[in-house]
């Protein structure tokens, strides 16, 4: 369905609107802080742009709040003390008092769209924005982790477009994708959880590191890249819950 986007009241955004019935919840916050020192740890922040956020649920929010890192902070920096809380339609401060990132903007209409999603993580990966200024136009698939992890095709932007100022277009595609690629730019990476996101931006990584490796590899030999058909990984974008995330079966009786 296409969700037109609101009218937003730019006066609303990143002003200290504090909420006494918003407690910051530590868990949530040393869940986030752990996370982002994952996707540090792993060579994926390269500067104090990139940024996730994590939605929990509220009563009081019908869209949740959202937990992540204001401006001026990197992901390798952040510090649960530093994390502030915004709601999703205005981008209000209802607990801290750093502004966010423009980014965020992005973060918060995903959210809006996208019910399902928990989790959004953005980064300004060397080895995707340098693989795509190379000239080739799409990442491949050479495996069939990224398509039972990621159970949406990519979604890819020009590198005109920046979604993090002017989120209008992205009514017009997030529902058919769980990961948007960003030329010149990084990508965005969604999950229900943080879990999901934090391993479905693993899974995109590897399929970059993949491709860089096939493409150099089969140039030096002289032979033709392989990589799963579109109709294969269809197939396995369909089947990705059960694959791997299959339930228990428990025994009558027991």
């Known amino acids: 369905m296409d969700t037109p986007t609101p009218t937003v009241d730019r006066s ?16 949530v916050g040393e869940a986030y802080i752990r996370y982002a020192q994952m996707l540090n740890q792993r060579g994926y922040v390269q500067s104090s742009l990139g940024n996730m956020v994590i939605r929990v649920p509220h009563p009081k929010h019908p869209h949740g709040l959202c937990y992540v890192k204001p401006q001026g902070l990197s992901l390798e ?10 709601d999703v339609p205005h981008g209000e401060l209802l607990h801290g008092d750093r502004a966010t990132t423009v980014g965020h903007q992005m973060n918060r209409e995903i959210l809006r769209l996208r019910p399902d999603v928990g989790c959004v993580i953005h980064l300004h990966h060397d080895e995707t924005i340098a693989f795509l200024a190379a000239g080739f136009e799409e990442i491949r698939s050479t495996s069939l982790t990224f398509s ?16 993090e100022e002017d989120v209008a277009p992205i009514r017009t595609f997030i529902q058919d994708t769980n990961c948007i690629i960003m030329r ?8 229900r959880t943080v879990s999901e996101a934090y391993h479905r931006t693993n899974v995109l990584v590897s399929e970059v590191k993949r491709n860089i490796i096939v493409e150099t590899l089969s ?15 269809a197939w396995m974008f369909e089947r990705g819950d059960a694959v791997v995330y ?3 079966k428990r025994e009558e009786g027991r």
């Open 219 to 233: 140039a030096v030999r002289g032979t033709r890249a392989e990589y799963l058909s579109r109709e294969d990984m």
């Open 246 to 248: 299959p339930e228990a």
């Open 148 to 163: 039972y992890l990621m159970q949406k095709p990519a979604h890819y932007l020009p590198a005109h477009l920046n979604v």
């Open 77 to 86: 920096e952040a510090s649960v003390e530093d994390l502030v809380i915004t």
């Open 12 to 27: 609303r955004l990143n002003r200290v609107a504090p909420d006494p019935d918003v407690v910051f919840d530590r868990a």
């Open 184 to 191: 010149r730019h990084g990508f965005t990476v969604l999950g």
